[in-house]
């Protein structure tokens, strides 16, 4: 047996199967030409960040577009870290809005698909059968290394450009056979290393579907493969397990960039094919005039959380990423307005290299125009389901009538040109407050050159002519009736060509008649809010403010 053989005995005495029985065991996939395969595979901290859910939909939609498989992977290789309930936390999150795993952990240790276990801390015995078969190949080597000794090269590398554990450095890479053995006996604790075939000189290449085409050095590093308690470090887990689950699209974050050449000297190290990278971007904010990250310490809109909080839909947070990751989207939803999100061409090379701008503007007006376009009932389905989680007491209102709140919040919906006025479900009680008694507030706000006894004259006249069964047009009707003997005038442009001859205009007539049922001066069709409220509700709102402005 040769050393690399005893070797690899001495340092994974248990491990039987071998490389080839894995592949065996996680055969290619057997999926249509063209599909990919794709991943999320983050951390259990039991934070999700906007950033993940980002990297999760375009993740989800590479796989969605080509028919392919998008599994979620949990990486819990640092049992410091490990947080109760994390997964859960995780998963609803990127199910609220729609991104959920064909495989992998689907909830809390619950897995499905055939490639597993998803929790890599399950994965152990899998990453040593490689480890071990590095070994055999001269391609890995324990590191007796301790903590002070690498403290010391680091120190000893602060003025050279070339860092880590390399060369000279590596002083554990030309241990015998014999000295390793005496290590082992006498308990001393070891991390496997890669011994790295690199040579500074060399360059190695990728062809980022994000980034294009990139060149770097190749690494030199004997990077740790698996840590002193047979954990394995991040690089080493992302080729085995990327390798074995069949992943044909690396959709990650780029902070992990600057680790390809590790990671393409680790695949061919092992033998496997070189998936294809998709780096994405962070998502970035403004801030005085320049760019940060967008930041889960300063920035409520970091968290996914806050968006089920607030009430934004999922199709709307669905609409809004959409147009972060295509800039063409935008374009595409103007001539395809009722497609389904689902047959938007989605490509990864179209999205932004240096990290697409969060914009909470942008959102709301993207979420109002989705909203504008649901229908009633699904507006009462959305909101009842948010009030009932977050706002009990407008849930208790809102269900009281069922048939009365969505005739709300039918207004001015169902036509050619709906209002755009919500933007998530915790606007709804304020945008429908005057409809019931309890929400109502009389805030009478009126247009600067309507006087209080004005106001009680234009009151005190309608109130004499309302009637409760009037048409649209018998309603305008009246209201313009009022104008002339008051001294308004029914037309506007009257008015704009003589404002001196009248006191006002049918605007103004109309307002005081709005703000007077409503409390605002901005409201939906005042005809079928007043046809909702009913007579003796309107007859009740008239003549509080009426008596607001005798007073
Ligand atoms: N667990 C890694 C992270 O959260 C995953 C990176 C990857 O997708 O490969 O950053």
């Known amino acids: 047996m040769s050393d690399n053989l005893k070797l690899a005995e001495l340092l994974f005495p248990d491990i039987t199967k071998t490389p080839d029985d894995m592949?065996?065991?996680?055969?290619?996939?057997?999926?249509?030409?063209?599909?990919?395969?794709?991943?999320?595979?983050?951390?259990?901290?039991?934070?999700?960040?906007?950033?993940?859910?980002?990297t999760g939909t375009v993740a989800y939609r590479t796989a969605k577009t080509t028919d392919g498989i998008f599994y979620v992977r949990v990486e819990d290789t640092d049992q410091k870290r490990k947080i109760e309930g994390a997964i859960e936390v995780m998963l609803g999150g990127l199910e609220a809005f729609g991104v959920k795993a064909d495989e992998g952990v689907v909830g809390e240790n619950v897995e499905k698909g055939d490639y597993g276990p998803y929790y890599q801390s399950q994965r152990k015995h899998i990453y040593h059968v490689f480890a071990k078969d590095l070994v055999s190949k001269d391609l890995a080597?324990?590191?007796?290394?301790?903590?002070?000794?690498?403290?010391?090269?680091?120190?000893?590398?602060?003025?050279?450009?070339?860092?880590?554990?390399?060369?000279?450095?590596?002083?554990?890479?030309?241990?015998?056979?014999?000295?390793?053995?005496?290590?082992?006996?006498a308990g001393?604790?070891?991390?496997?290393?890669?011994?790295?075939?690199?040579?500074a000189e060399n360059k190695c290449y990728i062809d980022d579907m994000i980034k294009g085409k990139i060149e770097m050095p190749e690494n030199v590093q004997d990077i740790v493969l698996l840590k002193s308690d047979g954990i394995p470090t991040y690089h080493f887990a992302h080729a085995v397990d990327d390798h074995l689950m069949r992943t044909t699209h690396v959709v990650r974050g780029d902070e992990w960039m600057s680790s390809c050449p590790v990671h393409l000297q680790l695949?061919?190290?092992?033998?496997?094919?070189?998936?294809?990278?998709?780096?994405?971007?962070?998502?970035?904010?403004?801030?005085?005039?320049g760019k940060r990250k967008l930041s889960k310490r300063k920035d409520p809109e970091a968290a996914v959380i806050f968006y089920v909080e607030t009430g934004y839909p999922k199709e709307s947070v669905n609409e809004y990423i959409m147009t972060l990751m295509n800039s063409n989207f935008e374009d595409w939803r103007k001539t395809n307005k009722d497609a389904s999100i689902d047959a938007f061409p989605f490509n990864l090379k179209k999205?932004?290299?240096?990290g697409a701008l969060f914009d909470m503007v942008k959102l709301n007006d993207v979420s109002k125009n989705v909203i504008s376009l649901m229908?009633?009932?699904?507006?009462?389905?959305?909101?009842?389901?948010?009030?009932?989680e977050y706002n009990k007491e407008f849930y208790e209102l809102l269900i009281k009538d069922e048939s009365y709140s969505k005739a709300i919040l039918n207004i001015d919906r169902d036509t050619p040109k709906p209002r755009k006025d919500i933007a998530c479900w915790s606007e709804v009680k304020d945008y429908v407050s005057y409809f019931f008694d309890e929400l109502f507030e009389n805030s009478y706000e009126m247009p600067e050159n309507i006087t209080a006894p004005m106001a009680e004259e234009i009151l005190k006249a309608y109130m004499k002519v309302y009637g409760e069964n009037d048409t649209k047009d018998e309603w305008f009707q009246r209201m313009k009736d009022l104008c002339e003997p008051l001294g308004y005038t029914p037309n506007v442009k009257e008015y704009k060509k003589n404002p001196e001859q009248f006191k006002g205009h049918v605007g103004d007539v109309s307002t005081v008649i709005r703000v007077a049922v409503t409390g605002r001066r901005n409201t939906p069709d005042l005809y079928s809010i007043m046809s909702l409220l009913g007579k003796e509700k309107v007859m009740e709102r008239l003549d509080l403010a009426l008596k607001h402005f005798s007073a």
């Open 375 to 388: 229908n009633a009932d699904t507006v009462y389905k959305y909101t009842a389901e948010w009030a009932k």
């Open 351 to 354: 999205m932004s290299v240096s």
């Open 267 to 289: 695949f061919k190290c092992l033998g496997f094919k070189v998936p294809k990278y998709a780096h994405v971007a962070p998502i970035m904010k403004e801030e005085n005039g």
């Open 188 to 199: 001393k604790p070891w991390t496997l290393r890669l011994k790295s075939p690199g040579n």
């Open 23 to 54: 592949e065996a065991q996680f055969p290619p996939r057997n999926l249509k030409e063209g599909a990919r395969v794709t991943r999320l595979a983050p951390s259990p901290t039991g934070f999700l960040h906007f950033g993940n859910l980002f």
């Open 141 to 185: 080597y324990p590191c007796f290394c301790s903590a002070e000794e690498l403290d010391e090269i680091r120190a000893q590398q602060e003025n050279e450009p070339q860092k880590g554990y390399w060369g000279k450095y590596a002083k554990c890479r030309t241990l015998t056979l014999a000295e390793i053995e005496e290590n082992i006996k």
